[in-house]
């Protein structure tokens, strides 16, 4: 490799390449990026991509995920570059937690957050459920209206982002948009979630009708973060006794993903104010 101009040594090449590999997640669309991607975008060998990749993984700045052997960038990036958002922020905090509450439910769980008219799944334990029918749940986009992570969302945002949702849902031309024109159902629907404490759906979803599903939200900041679900066969397991089994553990695990939120924040404070006195 050429010398840089004014520089005393050579260019460190496995630097320089890690580096290439950190931006080009970072400019990822969606903030993720598999090996073959990475590979296209920094002209990379696959090989030399994923041990670079098993490297920036074992210094904390990637974190890779199970569900679609994915890379993001992860919290000790935020030193090196500003490609690192809350969303997957959350998604990493909430990983284990998904896979300590699959032990318990054994059905299948989604953390999913907005996506403009829908909900997009971020972090999930299908692949991983014997119980689970979709194993490629990833980036799947979710109806807000017909699914019970996006009635949960819609229940517990703001008012002002509510109004701005069911907007864009209402100048759509889908199913969805006919329901959200019916604004006393839709509160109706709403207020009954708020009642109860968490969202449902029983297959009203047209492309997964045999599916049911229970959901609440991850709330940090007086915000909706991201809402995660239990999913299940309604033919196997009725709403109610769902309900009975599975709220208690998906309600605890949303508690100690929120807890664990609260305690970053103090954390990263604790960590700012001694870098300010120092």
């Not at 997640?25 to 990475?38: D, F, H, K, P, Y």
């Not at 904390?60 to 919290?75: E, I, K």
């Not at 708020?194 to 009708?209: F, I, L, M, P």
Request: proline letters at 3%; one cysteine or more; hydrophobic letters at 40%.
């Amino acid at each position: 490799m050429r010398p840089n101009s004014g520089a005393s040594y050579r260019a460190v090449q496995g630097l320089s390449r890690g580096l290439s590999i950190l931006r080009a997640i970072s400019q990822s669309a969606n903030g993720w990026a598999n090996i073959a991607e990475l590979s296209v975008r920094t002209g990379l060998h696959r090989t030399t991509v994923r041990r670079m990749l098993e490297t920036l993984q074992a210094e904390g700045y990637v974190r890779r995920s199970a569900s679609d052997d994915s890379y993001r960038l992860n919290l000790k990036v935020r030193q090196l570059s500003d490609g690192f958002t809350d969303d997957e922020w959350i998604s990493e905090i909430a990983n284990p937690i998904l896979g300590e509450l699959l032990q318990k439910v054994v059905w299948p769980s989604d953390l999913s957050t907005l996506d403009g008219d829908c909900m997009l799944v971020r972090e999930t334990t299908h692949r991983f459920s014997p119980l689970s029918f979709h194993r490629a749940m990833i980036r799947q986009r979710m109806p807000l209206l017909f699914t019970s992570a996006g009635r949960a969302y819609l229940a517990y945002c703001s008012d002002e982002e509510r109004r701005q949702i069911l907007q864009l849902l209402v100048a759509g031309n889908d199913e969805q948009a006919g329901f959200a024109r019916n604004r006393i159902l839709v509160e109706q629907m709403l207020e009954k979630v708020r009642r109860q404490g968490y969202a449902t759906n029983e297959g009203e979803w047209g492309q997964q009708s045999m599916i049911a599903a229970i959901a609440v939200p991850v709330r940090h900041k007086a915000q909706v973060l991201a809402c995660i679900n239990v999913v299940f066969l309604k033919k196997a397991v009725p709403i109610a006794e769902a309900t009975e089994r599975y709220l208690p553990a998906l309600k605890a695990a949303v508690d100690k993903i929120e807890l664990l939120l609260t305690d970053k924040d103090a954390t990263s404070a604790t960590e700012e104010s001694n870098a300010l006195a120092d």
